[in-house]
């Protein structure tokens, strides 16, 4: 990922001027990506961290749920993803579980959020019923 592509550019170089586009939906792809190539790296988990917490709250659940696809590598997540969770906006609150859910090693603390907050909204609600389905996820680790 880091040689040259056709326009002579690496991966890791696009995704760099990438965060600097305007769109928040590239800034996540772009961050995301990173993280890929560095999981460890603090300074790409602050970027992507920044972008789960912006204030558009469609550029929130998308990019909770991108980072719900980094596995393990979204751990340093867990507690931004614990309080969006809270979000009244119900997308962003089902994307924020299903990061959660996607973390084998937090299934305790998954299992517990998912369900205090299923018990707050209700389990005939909405997002309660995808709240449960999340929380079958977590029960499955």
């Keep these: 990922l880091g040689m040259p592509q056709a326009g002579g550019e690496t991966v890791e ?11 928040p939906a590239v800034k996540v792809q772009a961050a995301c990506l990173l993280l890929r190539l560095q999981p460890d790296d603090a300074a790409r988990q602050r ?3 920044a972008l ?5 709250l469609a550029a929130r659940r998308d990019a909770l749920f991108a ?13 931004i993803a ?13 994307a924020a579980a ?13 299992s517990v959020a998912l369900q205090n907050r299923r018990a ?3 389990e005939r609600s909405s997002l309660g019923q995808r709240l ?10």
Aim: hydrophobic share 45%; with cysteine; charged share 25%.
């Design 67 to 79: 980072a719900g696809n980094l596995g393990e590598a979204a751990l340093p997540f867990v507690e």
């Design 98 to 110: 299903r990061l959660l859910s996607r973390i084998p090693s937090v299934a305790a603390v998954a």
């Design 120 to 122: 707050e909204v209700g």
């Design 47 to 49: 970027q992507l961290g």
């Design 132 to 141: 449960t389905g999340y929380l079958e996820v977590v029960h499955r680790h």
């Design 13 to 23: 170089a696009a995704a760099q001027r990438a965060l600097q586009d305007a769109s």
């Design 82 to 94: 614990c309080r969006q969770l809270r979000c009244a906006d119900d997308d962003v609150a089902a």
């Design 52 to 56: 789960l917490e912006v204030d558009d």
